[in-house]
């Protein structure tokens, strides 16, 4: 007798397969955006001190720029530090657990981080929100329009709560796997 339930299985494999390559290419994307704003940072404060050094003017906005940055390249590396799992780890206890409890640990534990990005996600949409309906740009010689340094939490911890639903599904699949093995 055919098992009925075969092509739902492989649909949801395809779908956790394309969920991942999509996932894995946005992730790789955000890192290299964030690599090239350190670049970008840097050769912005080496012009700023060589300036001053060399005819005594600055830049004005290097500072102001690198504290935009710096925030987005915190954001943007969060999913794929998780990806490369780069995040720390703290595993004294866990690990006397025997296999099985550990990935059901594991699970727990990315399921409630998820919640709580997921959470934080959307409550800092709303500094976003306000600051571009109310057009708030910086008190500084840059005036930034300040939504778009504020922009960059949310989207890095919504791509990072992505990346904790891709790794719930993934560790859910594996402990099916072992299940069905043991």
């Not at 955000?30 to 940072?41: E, K, P």
């Not at 981080?113 to 500084?140: E, L, R």
């Amino acid at each position: 007798m055919a098992n009925r339930f075969a092509p739902d299985k492989q649909r949801q494999m395809k779908l956790t397969h394309y969920l991942d390559i999509f996932s894995k290419y946005l992730f790789r994307i955000s890192a290299v955006l964030g690599q090239a704003l350190i670049f970008g940072m840097t050769l912005l404060i080496t012009i700023d001190v060589l300036g001053r050094a060399t005819i005594g003017k600055t830049t004005l906005v290097a500072t102001e720029i690198s504290g935009y940055a710096l925030v987005a390249i915190v954001f943007l590396g969060l999913a794929y530090t998780l990806r490369m799992e780069r995040h720390v780890r703290i595993e004294l206890v866990t690990r006397k657990l025997p296999l099985r409890r550990q990935q059901q640990l594991e699970i727990a534990v990315l399921i409630l981080s998820m919640v709580f990005i997921g959470w934080f996600t959307w409550a800092t949409w709303g500094p976003v929100k306000v600051n571009y309906i109310q057009k708030h740009v910086s008190i500084t010689y840059l005036h930034a329009p300040m939504w778009i340094p504020y922009l960059f939490v949310p989207v890095g911890a919504g791509l990072l709560a992505l990346g904790f639903l891709i790794e719930i599904i993934g560790r859910i699949r594996n402990l099916g796997r072992s299940a069905d093995k043991g």
